[in-house]
């Protein structure tokens, strides 16, 4: 299927907005759902809908079947080794925040380092700020190169035998680096830190192997990859996930509970107090089942080509300044001179344009582009060559607008 046959099968991207037909270039922000994941959260309510594991009639065991069969796709779709290694939480947050306060919380002491960078999402900065400050261990930042990526040279320089954690996004919201974290693995292991990666803009995009990665934990969303807001997964090596306690606590998690004491379920169960986020693990099974049908090479190919040919068309336009490296993902973030990001977004609005203004959840990076906001526009598998064609001629329109305000 190429990009307009698969835009067809998105029941949202066939409206119009403001009179024009909808562009939508905010799936960095959340993407957009095509009809099978909507028909299968849908199929789960009107037909099977129950608590899982607990009971033994028949609706319950399809449910069951239903949220485990997600699980098992998950653990595919990343190549972990088990199910064991899969925790369902409500998306990349909640999954930074359990590695940080579980496993950070109790392996890490004053002196220790913990190490990011300066281009991270601030999910994955202020859950290290927070364990930082209870556990006195120290808060590093990976140094930018000029172009908005990490050298390895650096990476060598700031990982010591001091650091404990690495934790690093895969791709940059904001500039749509891919960053080096198989290497930069490598040299935390060297050291003897582990490896976090925060997937959230890499796994709706490239085939993900955290076996090929070695990272340690893997984090990612289903609403960013054409699946249902509130659910998404960590991958955790066993080995750790087994070590580490579990931080919410209630039905679903334990195994025996006494008075005073309790224990808990085996992995991954420990992790996942409470009534699970069945309808989205459906939904995010049923996701993964249309992204590989699509391919994820043929994904990333072509939102590169999309992001290559977005850059030529804009880089026409004088006065707009566009951030990050050449070599990225399907990101292109810009500022036009004298007009707020937030001004060119709505004028591309009013043609029915989707984009994002402001500082993405990247308030450090914002400071070291010297900048307040940015407007960005994100492309995904359903995104043309037309679509950036619109965001141009969208763009001249804007700056045609404010030149005569100014």
């Known amino acids: 299927m190429n990009a307009k046959e698969i835009k067809q099968l998105f029941p949202i991207l066939n409206q119009e907005v403001n009179g024009n037909p909808l562009v939508y270039l905010d799936s960095a922000a959340t993407s957009q759902k095509p009809l099978k994941v ?52 409500r998306g990349t947050t909640t999954a930074l925040n359990l590695v940080a306060a579980s496993y950070g919380r109790d392996n890490l ?24 400050k209870q556990t006195g261990a ?6 930018l190169q000029p172009d908005g990526t990490i050298d390895l040279a650096d990476a060598e320089k700031t990982i010591t035998s001091k650091t404990k954690i690495v934790s690093v996004m895969h791709v940059s919201n904001v500039l749509g680096t891919i960053n080096p974290v198989k290497e930069i693995a490598e040299i935390a292991h060297r050291n003897g830190a582990i490896m976090v990666v925060d997937g959230a803009q ?16 893997f984090a990612f969303s289903a609403h960013k990859m054409a699946g249902p807001t509130g659910i998404g997964a960590l991958y955790g090596k066993k080995s750790l996930l087994e070590k580490m306690e579990p931080i919410e606590f209630g039905g679903e998690m334990i195994d025996f509970v006494g008075l005073q004491e309790s224990t808990w379920k085996e992995l991954p169960w420990k992790f996942e107090g409470g009534t699970p986020i069945i309808a989205g693990a459906i939904g995010l099974g049923a996701a993964i089942d249309f992204l590989e049908e699509v391919g994820l ?8 080509e999309l992001a290559t040919y977005a850059i030529e068309r804009l880089s026409e336009i004088d006065g707009l300044t566009i951030f990050g490296p050449k070599h990225r993902a399907g990101v292109v973030t810009f ?57 141009y001629k969208g763009l001249v329109k804007t700056k045609e607008y404010f030149g005569d305000v100014f």
Not at 109 to 132: C, F, T, Y
Not at 362 to 374: F, S
């Open 38 to 89: 909507i028909e299968a959260i849908d199929d789960y309510y009107r037909r099977y809908n129950s608590n899982v594991h607990r009971g033994v009639h028949t609706l319950g065991t399809l449910a069951t079947d239903g949220y485990e069969g997600a699980r098992e796709k998950v653990r595919n779709f990343i190549n972990a080794s088990s199910i064991e290694e899969i925790v369902f939480t």
């Open 109 to 132: 002491k004053e002196g220790d380092e913990i190490v990011i960078s300066l281009m991270e999402h601030h999910s994955n900065i202020i859950p290290w700020q927070q364990v930082a």
């Open 138 to 143: 120290t808060l590093k930042y990976f140094p």
């Open 202 to 217: 890499s796994t709706p995009h490239m085939k993900i192997d955290v076996k090929d990665l070695d990272c340690d934990f």
């Open 297 to 304: 090479d043929e994904i990333a190919k072509h939102e590169h």
């Open 335 to 391: 500022n036009m001179d004298e007009v707020h990001p937030h001004d060119v977004a709505t004028v591309l609005d009013a043609e029915g344009i989707a984009v994002r203004a402001g500082h993405h959840c990247a308030q450090p990076l914002m400071k070291w582009l010297e900048v307040t906001a940015t407007a960005r526009a994100s492309f995904y598998l359903y995104n043309t060559k037309e679509d950036v064609d619109a965001l």
